[in-house]
């Protein structure tokens, strides 16, 4: 096997292979078996120790956690639910919404997490693909949607179901299925990436080895709770490592800088737009009073990084992870933490760069094992070998220091959210008059990448109406912001539209 430096003799097929930071061999990433277990564990040894601060500033403990996810998890067996069944979870951050995600996991079901903005449509394409039998959903209308799809359980997120006995929990192997979030893809069509007790075991056991991690530690959690940062990052590792965390249920800059002042918090977790907006602030010094400030999801450019150095007294640590995979690579924690690099492979995950094309490969304990029913998705994005495709490019330094350089697949990330053109695309087309429809994201300082919208057609069309209605049917993060009609899309001889060559008309 190849050492950090990459020097002996390496297959054609990869340029460079980075072995993880801990060797495999050196920690058991698995001996905890699965996440609900070590969560339990933590609550029954310490009952009283605060865990989560609720949105309305009440603080939970770990005997309350106990009770509560036993009685949710009663309360959804005694309506039908087995172990290996399905569950959507949705809904703005709460304490509420932690426990039917825990109470889910401790009695085996698989939860889906799914974004509480999203549209009819959206909604409707995850249910056809992944028939769960329950979904916990907090938004009124969702749970109607819910309902006319024929999901047999449907509750608010208190899960407001008659109580029944308990069921066994906290018997899950680490190969059990847990967590079956949605990925729109390239293909338009969203598909679920099934990960393990395991992957998310050994993900979260990495992060708290990486980031020094420990039961003192409390985090300030203004993430969504549906996408592996707010979740798979901020919920698990809290819960794992006996910390506690501060739930906000949104972002908003004057809390995070509050609570971060108080000195009652020693972590925050957040993509790059919401450090462009916490270096802008009034009283931005006080995020300098945490111990460790990460960033991810999305590109922290190098200026970004130094500005919040000067603006904050903090030294971001960036690092890089999808939802495929959980983490995958982070700066380190006592040695540089080097702008614009994401720097080694967590514990426990390998990394190469394909030769042809630097595309970043990994595998590890933490890789999923492929999409919900989707045996050519899954084949395609492993190689021959077992490798993922992570459809990143990368590169690495001479230091070791991994740096994501572009992307070989055709994604838009916007605040830390990702976008996938084609399904714009394929909606807009559906627009009267609208010929074709081209969509990619313009660089931004704010947002990284603002969702942008050519559409071909002839001069009478009314290019904002079509967006506008296309928009119905689009969670508010995926509208084009920026819209511009053109005779024609820049083609090449093959008739694909070459997006390098959109240019706004003048
Ligand atoms: C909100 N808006 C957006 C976005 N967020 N538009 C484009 N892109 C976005 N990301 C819209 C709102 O609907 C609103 O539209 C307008 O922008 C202004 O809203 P504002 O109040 O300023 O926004 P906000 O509520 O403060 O949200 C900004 C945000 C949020 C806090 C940065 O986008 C966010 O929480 N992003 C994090 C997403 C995340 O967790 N990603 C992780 C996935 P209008 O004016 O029309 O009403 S990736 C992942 O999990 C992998 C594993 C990883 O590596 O982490
Ligand atoms: P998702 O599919 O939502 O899990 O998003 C994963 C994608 O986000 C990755 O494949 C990367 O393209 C991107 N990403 C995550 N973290 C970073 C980062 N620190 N720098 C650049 N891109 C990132």
């Given at each position: 096997m190849a050492g950090h430096d990459g020097s002996m003799a390496e297959p054609a097929h990869w340029s460079r292979h980075l072995p993880p930071e801990t060797e495999p061999a050196s920690v058991d990433l698995l001996a905890r078996v699965s996440l609900p277990a070590a969560w339990a564990a933590n609550w029954r040894a310490a009952p009283d120790r605060p865990v989560l601060r609720d949105v309305d500033g009440t603080?939970?403990?770990?005997g309350e956690l106990l009770e509560r996810t036993e009685a949710v998890a009663g309360r959804l067996s005694h309506a039908g639910?087995?172990?290996?069944?399905?569950?959507?979870?949705?809904?703005?951050?709460?304490?509420?919404?932690?426990?039917?995600?825990?109470?889910?996991?401790?009695?085996?079901?698989?939860?889906?997490p799914v974004n509480a903005a999203y549209s009819e449509r959206e909604i409707e394409a995850i249910v056809t693909d992944?028939?769960?039998?329950?979904?916990?959903?907090?938004?009124?209308?969702?749970?109607?949607w819910m309902r006319t799809l024929g999901v047999e359980m449907v509750s608010g997120i208190e899960v407001e179901l008659p109580d029944g006995p308990v069921p066994t929990l906290d018997t899950v192997a680490s190969d059990d299925p847990a967590l079956l979030p949605y990925t729109s893809g390239t293909t338009g069509r969203p598909k679920g990436a099934l990960l393990s007790h395991?992957?998310?075991?050994?993900?979260?056991?990495?992060?708290?080895?990486?980031?020094?991690w420990t039961s003192e530690d409390r985090l300030i959690?203004?993430?969504?709770?549906?996408?592996?940062?707010?979740?798979?990052?901020?919920?698990?590792?809290?819960?794992?490592?006996?910390?506690?965390?501060?739930?906000?249920?949104?972002?908003?800059?004057e809390s995070v800088l509050d609570v971060a002042g108080s000195g009652e918090a020693t972590m925050f977790f957040g993509v790059p737009t919401m450090y462009a907006r916490l270096a802008e602030a009034d009283g931005a010094g006080r995020l300098g009073n945490l111990r460790l400030c990460v960033s991810g999801s999305a590109p922290l450019s190098p200026e970004m990084h130094r500005r919040i150095e000067e603006r904050c007294g903090q030294r971001i640590l960036e690092r890089y992870g999808m939802t495929e995979t959980v983490m995958l690579v982070s700066n380190p924690y006592d040695g540089e933490r080097r702008a614009g690099a994401v720097g080694f492979p967590f514990p426990?995950?390998?990394?190469?760069?394909?030769?042809?094309?630097?595309?970043?490969?990994?595998?590890?304990?933490?890789?999923?094992?492929?999409?919900?029913?989707r045996p050519d998705a899954t084949a395609e994005s492993f190689t021959d070998d077992g490798w993922f495709r992570t459809g990143d490019i990368g590169a690495v330094d001479d230091d070791g220091y991994v740096s994501i350089v572009g992307r070989a697949k055709e994604l838009i990330i916007s605040g830390g959210y990702n976008v996938y053109p084609r399904e714009i695309e394929d909606l807009l087309r559906a627009q009267p008059g609208v010929v074709d429809?081209?969509?990619?994201?313009?660089?931004?300082?704010?947002?990284?990448?603002?969702?942008?919208a050519y559409l071909e057609g002839s001069a009478d069309l009314d290019a904002d109406s079509a967006v506008a209605a296309a928009s119905t049917e689009l969670a508010p993060y995926k509208r084009p912001r920026v819209v511009h009609r053109v005779d024609a899309l820049p083609r090449n001889a093959m008739g694909k539209v070459v997006r390098g060559d959109l240019r706004p008309p003048d």
């Amino acid at each position: 096997m190849a050492g950090h430096d990459g020097s002996m003799a390496e297959p054609a097929h990869w340029s460079r292979h980075l072995p993880p930071e801990t060797e495999p061999a050196s920690v058991d990433l698995l001996a905890r078996v699965s996440l609900p277990a070590a969560w339990a564990a933590n609550w029954r040894a310490a009952p009283d120790r605060p865990v989560l601060r609720d949105v309305d500033g009440t603080w939970v403990g770990g005997g309350e956690l106990l009770e509560r996810t036993e009685a949710v998890a009663g309360r959804l067996s005694h309506a039908g639910a087995r172990p290996g069944d399905r569950i959507v979870v949705s809904g703005a951050p709460s304490v509420s919404l932690v426990v039917a995600h825990a109470a889910a996991l401790r009695m085996g079901l698989v939860v889906v997490p799914v974004n509480a903005a999203y549209s009819e449509r959206e909604i409707e394409a995850i249910v056809t693909d992944s028939r769960p039998t329950a979904a916990v959903v907090d938004r009124p209308e969702m749970q109607g949607w819910m309902r006319t799809l024929g999901v047999e359980m449907v509750s608010g997120i208190e899960v407001e179901l008659p109580d029944g006995p308990v069921p066994t929990l906290d018997t899950v192997a680490s190969d059990d299925p847990a967590l079956l979030p949605y990925t729109s893809g390239t293909t338009g069509r969203p598909k679920g990436a099934l990960l393990s007790h395991g992957n998310l075991l050994a993900s979260a056991e990495a992060l708290l080895i990486t980031w020094r991690w420990t039961s003192e530690d409390r985090l300030i959690l203004a993430l969504p709770l549906f996408h592996i940062h707010g979740l798979g990052v901020g919920v698990h590792g809290t819960l794992l490592a006996g910390a506690s965390a501060i739930l906000q249920g949104r972002f908003d800059v004057e809390s995070v800088l509050d609570v971060a002042g108080s000195g009652e918090a020693t972590m925050f977790f957040g993509v790059p737009t919401m450090y462009a907006r916490l270096a802008e602030a009034d009283g931005a010094g006080r995020l300098g009073n945490l111990r460790l400030c990460v960033s991810g999801s999305a590109p922290l450019s190098p200026e970004m990084h130094r500005r919040i150095e000067e603006r904050c007294g903090q030294r971001i640590l960036e690092r890089y992870g999808m939802t495929e995979t959980v983490m995958l690579v982070s700066n380190p924690y006592d040695g540089e933490r080097r702008a614009g690099a994401v720097g080694f492979p967590f514990p426990g995950v390998e990394l190469r760069l394909a030769a042809e094309n630097a595309e970043i490969e990994v595998r590890g304990p933490n890789v999923f094992s492929g999409y919900f029913e989707r045996p050519d998705a899954t084949a395609e994005s492993f190689t021959d070998d077992g490798w993922f495709r992570t459809g990143d490019i990368g590169a690495v330094d001479d230091d070791g220091y991994v740096s994501i350089v572009g992307r070989a697949k055709e994604l838009i990330i916007s605040g830390g959210y990702n976008v996938y053109p084609r399904e714009i695309e394929d909606l807009l087309r559906a627009q009267p008059g609208v010929v074709d429809a081209a969509v990619v994201g313009m660089p931004s300082e704010e947002w990284g990448e603002v969702v942008t919208a050519y559409l071909e057609g002839s001069a009478d069309l009314d290019a904002d109406s079509a967006v506008a209605a296309a928009s119905t049917e689009l969670a508010p993060y995926k509208r084009p912001r920026v819209v511009h009609r053109v005779d024609a899309l820049p083609r090449n001889a093959m008739g694909k539209v070459v997006r390098g060559d959109l240019r706004p008309p003048d």
